[in-house]
């Protein structure tokens, strides 16, 4: 590999979850401005809680991969290995979910998804890095036909239709 790639979380996973929170809070302010039951604000202000740490953790996690090591960035850690060092990468495939383990040594490991953007050019990149012999026979495969995850994009585009339906009906409210 010549350069440095970075690959992040698809921001089509990301762009609706920042919108989701920003419909959250929208429905909290019009809730208390209305003075809506307290259970319902309650409910709404520990709903954000959950979705902006997953919006955090979505937004400012990067894998950068070199030619000597792959790094995971993630908000207040990262996780390095060089690829000298690794002595397997191994596939697990639910459905359209892919996990892959980057193994190096016997406690060392690193676990990546498909979630990540450009997803079959990543896949690519670490097969290409580790040592020979490294790669499972399930990670070959996988590699030929590498499948997509779209499902948590539909449905964090539903929640946000959903919020913005349920915002519109508490102003006729």
């Excluded at 350069?3 to 992040?8: D, G, K, L, P």
Aim: glycine share 4%; net charge positive; proline share 5%.
């Amino acid at each position: 590999m010549e350069q440095q790639r970075t690959f992040v979380i698809r921001r089509a996973f990301v762009v609706p979850m920042g919108l989701l929170i920003v419909l959250t809070v929208a429905l909290l302010v019009v809730c208390l401005l209305q003075g809506q039951p307290l259970a319902k604000v309650v409910i709404l202000a520990g709903l954000i809680i959950p979705i902006a740490f997953l919006f955090v953790e979505s937004a400012f996690r990067r894998l950068v991969i070199d030619t000597q090591e792959v790094t995971a960035y993630r908000p207040f850690r990262q996780r390095r290995i060089r690829f000298a060092d690794v002595t397997s990468l191994e596939t697990v495939r639910v459905r359209n979910r892919v996990f892959m383990t980057l193994v190096a040594g016997d406690d060392d490991f690193l676990i990546l998804s498909n979630s990540y953007g450009d997803f079959p050019a990543l896949l690519t990149c670490l097969i290409k890095s580790v040592p020979e012999g490294a790669v499972t026979d399930e990670t070959e495969q996988l590699a030929k036909h590498p499948p997509l995850r779209q499902a948590d994009i539909f449905t964090a585009w539903f929640a946000v239709i959903a919020l913005a339906y349920i915002l519109l009906a508490q102003f006729r409210a």
